[in-house]
């Protein structure tokens, strides 16, 4: 993986849930100023919309639908924003129509669309107290939403793995990433991928050979965000210093190798360069 890190946007807040948009732009959201970001392939904001809130995560539907799940006015890490405290799940129409989806989860973190075309997302406690989270599956067409698990940790990013399509949890409180099988009566038991020797995961993604690309997060100042890159097995195989504080918060890979990250510290927003991305749903 190159580790040439080229800066395309610059102070937008605490940027979090990057999207590589089948168009081209990148898609970030801002947590702390309730916006979504548009930008384009080589740098600059295209566009902004206001959400409201908190908007963390973001997903993007088959017919450009974007997915954003709305963590209520707090960040996982003191992202705090004035703009109101409702939490849940959004929709942002092609039309430009926005919606709220459901808010049975009360502060959503990230949440991605599965094999089935529904969308599975975490809901981690507020107040942060870190002890506690859920997972749920949302109904796109009808707003249902189903509680999959109720959690002793704190559920951060999600997705789905390469090999068998199981459900992959970064566990934040624990530092370490969380396989759990799927099928339709719901979720078997969680079973570690691999365990961080420091800092926290936070957002990952895939790469078409099984990597698993991590945001790695430090709540110390002093140190740098990373990210880290994982074999299939659970072993560490490359790890990139970033440059831009301590919060290197989530990732998006392209189909072409295009790696984009949000360092939330700084409200920078990165490229780099490496192995393709593996297709997230439902595009995959």
């Known amino acids: 993986m190159n580790h040439e890190q ?5 102070g937008l807040g605490f940027t979090e849930g990057p999207v590589l948009l ?10 702390d100023t309730g916006r979504l970001l548009w930008l384009d392939p080589t740098g600059g904001v ?15 539907g088959l017919d450009g639908t974007i997915a954003i799940a709305q963590c209520g006015g707090t960040s996982p890490i003191g992202a705090r924003s004035s703009l109101g405290a409702e939490g849940g799940v959004q929709v942002l129409a092609p039309d430009g129509q926005l919606r709220w989806l459901t808010t049975e989860p009360t502060s959503p973190n990230d949440l991605c669309f599965g094999p089935d075309g529904k969308l599975y997302v975490t809901d981690p406690t507020r107040p942060l107290d870190r002890s506690d989270g859920r997972l749920w599956r949302c109904d796109p067409a009808t707003g249902t939403a189903e509680l999959l698990a109720e959690l002793s940790w704190y559920p951060n990013g999600i997705g789905f793995g390469p090999a068998d399509d199981s459900l992959i949890v970064a566990d934040t409180t624990g530092a370490r990433l ?9 979720l078997g038991p969680g079973e570690t991928i691999f365990q961080l020797d420091e800092g926290r995961p936070d957002g990952f993604a895939f790469d078409v050979d099984g990597n698993v690309l991590v945001g790695v997060v ?10 880290e890159v994982w ?6 195989i490359d790890r990139i210093e970033i440059d831009h504080g301590p ?12 790696i984009v990250a949000t360092a939330a510290g700084t409200g920078a927003v990165l490229e780099l360069r490496g192995r393709p991305g593996l297709p997230l749903h439902p595009f995959r």
């Open 178 to 186: 969380v396989r759990f099988g799927l099928d339709g009566t719901g």
């Open 218 to 227: 430090f709540f110390d100042p002093s140190r740098r965000g990373r990210i």
């Open 231 to 236: 074999s299939p097995d659970g072993v560490r």
């Open 247 to 258: 919060l290197v918060t989530n990732i998006a890979i392209g189909e072409d190798g295009r």
């Open 46 to 60: 295209l566009h902004e919309r206001f959400v409201g809130s908190a908007p963390n995560g973001a997903a993007e």
């Open 6 to 10: 080229t800066v395309i946007g610059a």
């Open 22 to 31: 089948r168009d081209g732009r990148v898609l970030v959201t801002s947590v």
